[in-house]
């Protein structure tokens, strides 16, 4: 237990001492926003609509320690939520790196969440089954479609399919853009832009 204890108090102290901030401590920014990158315009029946924009959460500590931003994009069927909280409540990637003193930029990629839909320019949606992420992220090892799978404890709740962890994570997945290939070029184009966008704000 004393081990335990010691070793608790030394990562405490070097945490302190590198200035990031501790998980339980009030979250410190200079700024906590949104704004959209990229994006077009094409005519559809005689009116024009916006498409391939790109919604971006921002949050910048007040106490900025390192010069380049953390840009996170999430996966296939899923938004930004996936880096802003975990489905059992706790903070996400995007606190965690905020207290590590980065600037982070959080995504909802173009034509899913708070980014906009254009039947026109994206083709049709497909959605996600609500065992889509059994087999991929809540439980693994029972399913043992790679020999690591095994190794799976991570997942917060016990991964049946009425569990709270394994339901938040169900009801977070988006429709997507069903056409991988119209799919890939649109996010492309979006992230150069918040690159951009952000290279000339550092």
């Known amino acids: ?5 010691m070793a608790a108090a030394t990562a405490l102290m070097l945490l302190a001492s590198s200035g990031a901030q501790a998980a339980d401590e009030p979250l410190i920014l200079a700024r906590d926003g949104f704004m959209y990158v990229g994006g077009k315009t094409m005519p559809v029946d005689g009116r024009e609509y916006f498409y391939g924009q790109m919604y971006v959460e921002i949050r910048i500590p007040a ?15 899923m938004s930004g939520t ?15 790196f905020v207290r590590q003193g980065y600037a982070v930029y959080v ?7 708070r980014s906009g839909f254009l039947t026109a320019a994206h083709g049709p ?23 690591q799978a095994t190794l799976h404890t991570q997942w917060p709740g016990n991964g049946e399919a009425d ?35 952000s290279a000339r704000r550092s």
């Open 163 to 197: 569990d709270p962890a394994t339901l938040q994570l169900a009801m977070s997945q988006l429709p997507a853009i069903e056409n991988f290939d119209k799919q890939q070029p649109i996010v492309r184009d979006a992230l150069i832009a918040l690159v951009t966008r």
């Open 1 to 5: 237990m004393k081990q335990i204890t």
């Open 107 to 113: 995504v909802d990629q173009p034509g899913r969440g």
């Open 82 to 96: 996936n880096y802003t909280g975990t489905p059992d409540g706790r903070e996400g990637w995007a606190q965690y």
């Open 63 to 77: 106490k900025q320690t390192h010069p380049y931003p953390i840009i996170m994009v999430h996966g296939g069927s």
């Open 125 to 147: 949606l497909q959605n996600s089954a609500r065992n889509n992420s059994a087999s991929r992220f809540v439980s693994q090892e029972k399913f043992k479609l790679w020999p």
